[in-house]
C-alpha cells in the first residue's frame, strides 16, 4: 500500500525566507502527484500538478519537483508571506487507479510571521 | 469555473436526526468523491462515483449513504450518526483518467450531538 509522509511536521519562519516543504512515497508507480493548501477548517486548494513525466512545475512563487524513482517531491516557497501560513497537502495518485484514488501526507503546517 | 461547492458549510445534527450534505461542480467531470477529514489528520476517502455509479465504497458504514442523481451533483444522506462521525467532509471531482486532477470544495463541518 502507497505511504506517503511529509517532513516536516511543522516550521515557522520569518517573513521573507526561501523554504523547502518535503514529501516522500513508498510506491514510485505513480500517475502523478499533487500539492494542496488547506486553511484551517476549509477545504482544498490544488497548488500544482505534475504528471509522472514531469520533473518539475512552476506557479508563482511555488515551485514543485519530483523525483519518481527516488520517490520524492518537494514545495519550494519563495520570498515567503504571513499569507502562506496553511497546511501543505501533498498526495499521489497510484498506477492502477484510474478513479482518482490519492494517497495523502499528513501535512506540513507552516506559519509564516511578520 | 473550477469550482466544487458544498453546501451547508457547517451542520449540526444530533443522533436521531436524518441529513444531508450537498455537492455541485460544472466542470464536466465525470468523477466524484466524498473523503472525511477528522482534525490534524488527512482526508479519508469514502467513496468514489464514475460515470454517476457507484465505484469504490471503502467499507464505510450505512449510516452514511451517497447519491449521484446526475453528472453534477453529489448527495451525502446521514441517519443515526455517532458523536465520532464528527468531522469535515469534502467533496472532490475530477475527469475519469490516468493523469488527471482532483478539485475540492470547501467542506462541510458536521458536529453530531
Known amino acids: 500500500k502507497q505511504e506517503v509522509t511529509q517532513i516536516p511536521a511543522a516550521l515557522s519562519v520569518p517573513e521573507g525566507e526561501n523554504l523547502v516543504l518535503n514529501c516522500s512515497f513508498t510506491d514510485s508507480a505513480i500517475y502523478n502527484l499533487q500539492w494542496f493548501r488547506q486553511d484551517p477548517g476549509k477545504g482544498l486548494t490544488s497548488l500544482l500538478l505534475?504528471?509522472?513525466?514531469?520533473r518539475e512545475q512552476t506557479s508563482g512563487r511555488l515551485n514543485a519537483s519530483l523525483d519518481k524513482s527516488s520517490g520524492r517531491s518537494t514545495l519550494y516557497i519563495a520570498a515567503s508571506q504571513p499569507g502562506d501560513s496553511a497546511t501543505y497537502l501533498c498526495a499521489v495518485k497510484g498506477r492502477g487507479s484510474t478513479l482518482g484514488r490519492l494517497y495523502f501526507g499528513r501535512g506540513t503546517q507552516l506559519t509564516v510571521w511578520p | 469555473d473550477t469550482e466544487v461547492t458544498q453546501t451547508p458549510k457547517h451542520l449540526v445534527m444530533g443522533m436521531t436526526n436524518k441529513k444531508s450534505l450537498k455537492c455541485e461542480q460544472h466542470m464536466g467531470h465525470r468523477a466524484m468523491y466524498w473523503y472525511k477529514q477528522k482534525a490534524k489528520k488527512p482526508p479519508e476517502l469514502m467513496f468514489v462515483?464514475?460515470?454517476?455509479?457507484?465505484?469504490i465504497n471503502e467499507s464505510v458504514p450505512s449510516r452514511f449513504s451517497p447519491e449521484c442523481p446526475n453528472s453534477s451533483l453529489l448527495n451525502l444522506h446521514l441517519h443515526a450518526l455517532q458523536p465520532e462521525d464528527s468531522a469535515l467532509y469534502l467533496c472532490a471531482s475530477s475527469l475519469v483518467g490516468e493523469n488527471t486532477e482532483a478539485f475540492f470544495g470547501q467542506g462541510t463541518r458536521l458536529t453530531v450531538v
Open positions: 462515483y464514475s460515470y454517476e455509479k457507484l465505484s
Open positions: 505534475i504528471q509522472s513525466s514531469q
